[in-house]
C-alpha cells in the first residue's frame, strides 16, 4: 500500500506521524512501523482478506492484549478499534500495535540459550493463558481434523501418488490418516484445555543481543486445545530448522531445560508430545508438494529435513 494511504489510515486513527519505516510482510499481514513526534514507534498492520479473517483479528488481539495486561511481552493494540478499509475494487482491515523491540534471528543462529527462552516463556504464556476465557475460539484438534481429512484427499489422488513414487521416490500409506483422526478424536477429550499461540515459531519471536526474548507476535492461529498441541508444533519447527544441532539437545534444551525447568508450568506427558509432532511435520510436507514443482523439492534443505524426519517415523517410505 501507498505511503498516501497509509498516512490516510493513520489519520482515521488520529494518529500524527513523523515518518513511515520500512515495511515488512509476512503470512497473513504487511507490518507498516510509524515514528510518532514523540520519538515513540507503533505498529500498522493491514491484513490480508481470507474466510474468517475478522475472527481471526479479533480473537489474536483479545488474547494477546490479555497476556500483554500480564507484563508478557505480547504484541498489543495501541487502538482498541480495527477498521476495514477501501481502495477502489480492494478492501482490506487494520489495526495499530505497540511496537516491540527485538529482531527475528535465523533457526541456524539459536544458541542453547535461544531454545531455552522459548522453552521458558511459551510455559510462562500458558500458565497465564490458564485463567483466560478460551470460549469464541476454534478447537485445535477440530482444525486439524480437517486439515488432516484435506491432506488425505491429495495424497489418495492416483496422479499425486505416481508423482511421488516417480519424482520422489516415496510413498504414503493412506491407512495412518484414520490413526490421524482417532489420535484427535482422543485429543478433544483431554483435560487442560486453554488457549495456545499456535505459530510460535522463528518468524514471531523477538530477541535481544542478550539472547533474551523480547517480543511475542502474531496470534492469528491462536485456537483451543491441550498445550502440547502448542509445544509440538514448535518441536517440529525446531528439529528441521536448527540443524546444527542434534534432535536429542533440541529437545532437552527446548522441553526440560526451558519448558520444564525455567517455565511455570509442568510439561505435559511426552509421550503426547511425541505423538503429534510428526502429525505437524506431515501438514509441512503437504505443503512442500502443494505449492513447489516436484523437481525442486531436492534442492530445499527445509523439504528434505521435513522428509528424513517423516521417513525415521515411518510415515513415509
Known sequence: MSPQNIAKILEAYGVPIVRILPSQKGYRNASHPIELPDGQLINLLLYKIEPGIVDRINNANRVANFLAGQDYPARKQHDPRTLQIRAGKQRTYCCLYEYLPGTTIPWEAYTQEHLKQLGQYMSDMHALLGTFDYSGLSSVAGEYAAIAARMERYFADPGVSNAM???????????????????????????????????????????NDAAQITGVLDFEKTAAGNPAFDIARTLAFLLVDCKYKAADKVRKYFLMSGYQKRGSVPLPPLKLIDSLVPMFLLHDFYKFLRHNPYESLAQNEHYTRTRDILLEHKMLK
Open 165 to 207: 513414487r516417480q519424482k520422489l521416490g516415496l510413498t504414503l500409506t493412506l491407512p495412518m490418516f484414520e490413526k490421524l483422526q482417532r489420535m484427535l478424536a482422543w485429543a478433544r477429550t483431554l483435560p487442560g484445555t486453554q488457549a495456545l499461540h499456535m505459530d510460535f515459531v522463528r518468524g514471531n519471536i523477538l530477541f
